[in-house]
Nanobody, 123 residues
C-alpha cells in the first residue's frame, strides 16, 4: 500500500558528486521522519542522514559537511546530495520513512524501506 522508490545511484570518481532521490507513494496520509542509510557487505546498516518533517537534520560524523539531506514535503520526497565522495562511501543506500497510511477505513503508521540503490566511488 506504500512504496519508497529510490533513484540516482551509480558509479562516480573520488571527489565527485551524486544526488539520490526517494519518493513515497501509495495511500500515504502523512510522512514523519525520513532518512538515508547505507550498508556494505558484512556490516550493519548505518544511518547516513535523517530529517524530521520540520526540517531538523542529523548526519553521521563520516558525512558531516559533505552530504546534505533535504525534503519536499508536498511531494513526499527526500533527497541526499553527496559531494566530495570517497571510496569508503561505496555502499547500497536505502531510503527510510516513518509513514502514516490509509488501510481500509483506518490509518496506520509504520516504518518503510526502499529497495536500495548502489553507490560506487572508484577511479
Amino acid at each position: 500500500q506504500v512504496q519508497l522508490v529510490e533513484s540516482g545511484g551509480g558509479l562516480v570518481q573520488p571527489g565527485g558528486s551524486l544526488r539520490l532521490s526517494c519518493a513515497a507513494s501509495g495511500r500515504v496520509y502523512n510522512v514523519y521522519g525520513m532518512g538515508w542509510y547505507r550498508q556494505v557487505p558484512g556490516k550493519q546498516r548505518e544511518l547516513v542522514a535523517a530529517s524530521t518533517s520540520g526540517g531538523v537534520t542529523n548526519y553521521a560524523d563520516s558525512v558531516e559537511g559533505r552530504f546534505t539531506i533535504t525534503r519536499h514535503n508536498a511531494k513526499n520526497m527526500v533527497y541526499l546530495q553527496m559531494n566530495s565522495l570517497k571510496p569508503e562511501d561505496t555502499a547500497v543506500y536505502y531510503c527510510n520513512a516513518d509513514i502514516a497510511y490509509y488501510s481500509g477505513i483506518y490509518s496506520r503508521r509504520s516504518d518503510f524501506w526502499g529497495q536500495g540503490t548502489q553507490v560506487t566511488v572508484s577511479s
